[in-house]
C-alpha cells in the first residue's frame, strides 16, 4: 500500500511542480559521477555526519547515509554565507518543516505538520524554554525529521532541532572577529577566539551583541550572549568539557495583522497593533554544562553530561483578538506572563561495538534524568472602560491605546485579572537501548526502545487545586537499510513518540487531562540516500504520520481512542558542491493532512521550494542566489476559508576575501521587495514579511 501511494504521489504531484533546474543539476552530477574518484572514504565534507565532535544527537558518530531518517545538517559555514541570523531562517531553506509565528517571542517550529516550541536540543539535551535562540556559538544545527522518542524522549512528534556547541580546541590558537549591519539599523558583533597552546587543556570564549531592527513600527531589541568554554583532558582516555552560558534578551513583540475575507488585510502591512511599552519580552539565563567522554577502547565509548540551568523570561502584548472586514476598529486583547523555570539534567550513555558472528553490532545504552520546577503566571488586560481584558480602538498608525473608538480615555492594568498562577514539578526517568546490526556492507538493521516514566505535579495556586499524574510510555524505533553500492542507501523506518497531556510547557494539568493517556505519534519512512560523489548528495522520502489521542466517553466513562492529526508527504534535498565553482542547496516538500474531524489542519503549506547556490568566480569573490517559495496553507484548522497565500522570496548575495584573513559580505534580502506573510498565530495575528533589505558584515581570523 505505501509503494502505490509513492507512485501515485510522484506521477500526480511530485514532477509537475519540481524546477527544471533539478533535472538539469542532477544530469550534471551523474555526467561528472563516472569521472570520480569512488573511495569516498577518504575525504571527510563536514556536515555529513552527524554530530561530528563525539558527544552527538545520535550518540555515536553516523554517516548520514546510513541513518534510516530523513536529516539535514547545516554548518557554521553555511550559517555565516548565507546571513542566517536565527532557526527560523535555517527552517525556511530545510525542506519538511515550516516557521510558525511563536506569537512573536520564541523559536516555533512545523515538523511535518506538528507545531511545535519545545522539540529544541542543545548537543542532545533538551532545551524547550520559550525563546529566540542564538547561532553564535554553534558548530552546526542538525534538523531531524520524523518522531525519534528513543534518543530524545517526549515530544519530537514530529522531528527535533538539535545545535551542536563550537568546543575548545586542543593545541590550537585561532579566533575571529564579525561585525554586521543592515539597512534597517540592526547590527551585531560576534567574537570567538581559542587559547590551546597545550595538549591537556583549552580555553575557548565566545560572546554576541545583537541591536535588533526591522521594518516594522516600535521593533526594537538587543541580545547579548557570553560564553565561555574550558577543555581538560583528565587522562589518557577520558576529557571534561566545562561551559557556561549567559544570555540576556529583550526585543519588542510583533503578533501581526487581522485578516478579512479570508486574507490578510494588505492596507494594514505598516501598522502595528501593539505599542513599544506593552509588546516586551526579557529573557536571563544561565547554562553550566560539563561533560566527560571516555573512550575505554577502540570499540567502547562513554559519556555522561550534566546541565544546570535557570531562565526567567517575562513578556506582554497587546494583539487583535476581532476583526469586521470593512471596519475601522479591532478589539484589542492581550496578557502579562511571567515564567521561571529551572532544570537539571543528567544523561548518560555508553557505546560498544561487537562481533557476533560474521555481523557487527554497534549497541548503544543509555538513560536520562530530568528535574524541572516551572512557576508561571499570566494576566489578563483589564481595560477600565470595559472591566474585562476587550476593548475596541480605532486603527490608526500609531495605535493610541489610550482612548477607546467611542472616543473615552481608557487605561489597561496587567495587575487585576488574573487568569492563571501554577507551579509544577516535573520528573523524568528514561532508559533506551538499541542495537545497529551490520550483518554485511549492504544490509544494516537498527532496532531500538526507550521506556520514559513521566511524573508531574501541577499545584493551581489560584484554585487551590492539586493534580498529578505519572506517565509510563515505551516508544520503539526499527530501521531498515540496503547499501547497494557504497555511496548508495535505500531505507525503512518506523518510530513512535508520545506527548503527555500536561502540553509542552507544563502549565496545566485539568483533572481530565489527569486521567486520560498521552497522545502517540507514529511514522514510517521510506527513502534514498545518495552520495553522488564526494561532496555532492541527494535525499529523498516518503512518510506516512498520524496522531492517536486517548479519549473518556462523557456519558459512560469508557476509555477510548480517536486519530488525530495524520500527515503525509514527500520530502528532496540535494546539497553540496555541483563543480569546483558551484555549490547547491535545493530542498522540496510536499505534504497533505487532515485533522481528527476530516478537515484540513493549519500551516502546512502544500508545497514548499527553496533553493539556494554559491558561484566562485575566483579565490577572492564568489556570489550567491536564493529563493524560497511557500505554497498555500491554511491559518486556522478546519478553516480553508482563512489562508496565508503562497510566496516567492528571491535573495542575493556577495563575497570578497581581501586577504588571507579579511573578508568582507553582503547579502540583499528580498530583492523584488515582494509582500508576503510567512507564518500566523491565529486568524488576525499574520506576521508580514521583511522587505528589501541589505545586509552588510566583516569578518577577521587572527
Known amino acids: 500500500m505505501i509503494m502505490v501511494k509513492i507512485y501515485k504521489k510522484i506521477l500526480e504531484e511530485i514532477f509537475p511542480l519540481l524546477s527544471i533546474s533539478l533535472f538539469l543539476i542532477l544530469s550534471f552530477a551523474l555526467t561528472l559521477n563516472g569521472q570520480e574518484d569512488k573511495n569516498l572514504e577518504e575525504i571527510i565534507v563536514k556536515g555529513n555526519v552527524l554530530y561530528s565532535d563525539q558527544v552527538i544527537a545520535l550518540k555515536t558518530p ?47 517550529v512545523v515538523f511535518r505538520g506538528n507545531r511545535s516550541t519545545a522539540d529544541f536540543f542543545q548537543d542532545g539535551i533538551r532545551d524547550d524554554v520559550q525563546y529566540f535562540r542564538s547561532l553564535y556559538n554553534v558548530e552546526q544545527v542538525e534538523i531531524l525529521r520524523g518522531p525519534n522518542a528513543l534518543l530524545f524522549g517526549r515530544g519530537g512528534t514530529g ?116 505599542d513599544k511599552d506593552n509588546n516586551v519580552a526579557s529573557l536571563e539565563a544561565s547554562i553550566v554544562k560539563a561533560t566527560v567522554i571516555t573512550e575505554y577502547s577502540d570499540t567502547t565509548k562513554g559519556n555522561i553530561t550534566i546541565v544546570s540551568s535557570n531562565f526567567e523570561k517575562i513578556y506582554s502584548n497587546y494583539y487583535v483578538s476581532s476583526y469586521t472586514t470593512g471596519s475601522s476598529v479591532v478589539t484589542i486583547d492581550g496578557y502579562l506572563d511571567p515564567t521561571e523555570r529551572k532544570n537539571t539534567i543528567i544523561s548518560g550513555s555508553l557505546v560498544n561495538e561487537i562481533n557476533i558472528g560474521p555481523s557487527v553490532h554497534t549497541i548503544l545504552f543509555g538513560g536520562e534524568r530530568i528535574d524541572t520546577d516551572n512557576d508561571n503566571f499570566r494576566f489578563n488586560t483589564f481595560w477600565s472602560t470595559t472591566n474585562d481584558d476587550n476593548e475596541l480602538f480605532k486603527i490608526t498608525r500609531p495605535m493610541n491605546f489610550s482612548i477607546n473608538s467611542s472616543g473615552n480615555a481608557t487605561n489597561n492594568n496587567f495587575n487585576i485579572d488574573l487568569n492563571s498562577k501554577t507551579n509544577s514539578d516535573i520528573q523524568v526517568s528514561s532508559i533506551y537501548l538499541q542495537d545497529q546490526v551490520d550483518f554485511t556492507d549492504s544490509f544494516k538493521f537498527m532496532i531500538g526502545g526507550r521506556y520514559d516514566s513521566f511524573d508531574i505535579t501541577v499545584n493551581d495556586i489560584k484554585t487551590g487545586i492539586s493534580q498529578s499524574k505519572i506517565d509510563t510510555k515505551f516508544s520503539p524505533r526499527a530501521g531498515l537499510i540496503f547499501k547497494p553500492k557504497e555511496n548508495i542507501s535505500f531505507y525503512y523506518s518506523y518510530s513512535e513518540s508520545f ?150 522570496r528571491v535573495d542575493l548575495g556577495a563575497y570578497y576575501q581581501f586577504e588571507q584573513n579579511l573578508s568582507i559580505q553582503m547579502n540583499i534580502e528580498n530583492v523584488t521587495n515582494e509582500l508576503y506573510f510567512p507564518h500566523s498565530h491565529s486568524s488576525h495575528q499574520v506576521s508580514v514579511g521583511e522587505p528589501f533589505n541589505i545586509r552588510f558584515s566583516i569578518r577577521k581570523n587572527f
Open 499 to 648: 506527548l503527555p497531556r500536561s502540553g509542552e510547557q507544563y502549565k496545566s494539568l485539568s483533572a481530565t487531562a489527569a486521567r486520560l493517556n498521552p497522545d502517540v505519534f507514529e511514522s514510517s519512512e521510506i527513502g534514498i540516500k545518495w552520495e553522488i560523489y564526494n561532496e555532492l548528495s541527494l535525499a529523498a522520502a516518503y512518510f506516512d504520520s498520524k496522531q492517536t489521542i486517548a479519549t473518556k466517553d462523557s456519558n459512560t466513562g469508557e476509555e477510548g481512542e480517536i486519530i488525530g492529526l495524520q500527515v503525509d508527504g514527500f520530502e528532496i534535498e540535494l546539497k553540496g558542491k555541483i563543480t569546483d565553482k558551484v555549490n547547491i542547496m535545493f530542498g522540496y516538500s510536499n505534504m497533505e493532512g487532515k485533522t481528527n474531524s476530516g478537515g484540513e489542519p493549519r500551516e502546512i503549506p502544500d508545497h514548499t521550494l527553496a533553493l539556494y547556490t554559491i558561484y566562485k568566480v575566483s579565490d577572492k569573490f564568489n556570489w550567491s542566489f536564493g529563493i524560497t517559495h511557500q505554497g498555500e496553507s491554511n491559518i486556522g484548522n478546519n478553516n480553508p476559508d482563512r489562508t496565508l497565500p503562497e510566496y516567492t
Open 62 to 108: 553516523v554517516p548520514i547515509l546510513d541513518v534510516p531518517q530523513t536529516v539535514s545538517i547545516i554548518t557554521d559555514d553555511d550559517i555565516r554565507k548565507q546571513g542566517f541570523r536565527g532557526v527560523g531562517d535555517i527552517v525556511r531553506y530545510t525542506p519538511g518543516v515550516n516557521t510558525s509565528q511563536g506569537e512573536g517571542h520564541r523559536d516555533s
Open 159 to 274: 522531528g527535533v532541532i538539535n545545535r551542536v556547541s563550537k568546543k575548545a580546541v586542543f593545541t590550537k590558537n585561532f579566533g575571529s572577529f564579525d561585525f554586521g549591519i543592515d539597512t534597517f539599523g540592526a547590527n551585531d558583533i560576534v567574537l570567538d577566539y581559542n587559547f590551546g597552546s597545550s595538549d591537556v587543556s583549552a580555553f575557548r570564549f565566545m560572546m554576541h551583541s545583537d541591536g535588533l531592527k526591522n521594518h516594522r513600527d516600535h521593533y526594537n531589541g538587543n541580545r547579548l550572549g557570553i560564553n565561555p568554554i574550558i577543555k581538560l583532558k583528565l587522562n589518557e582516555k577520558s576529557t571534561l568539557d566545562l561551559s557556561y552560558e549567559y544570555a540576556d534578551h529583550e526585543r519588542f513583540i510583533d503578533r501581526g495583522i487581522p485578516t478579512e475575507n479570508g486574507l490578510p488585510v494588505r492596507r494594514f502591512k505598516n501598522i502595528v497593533f501593539g
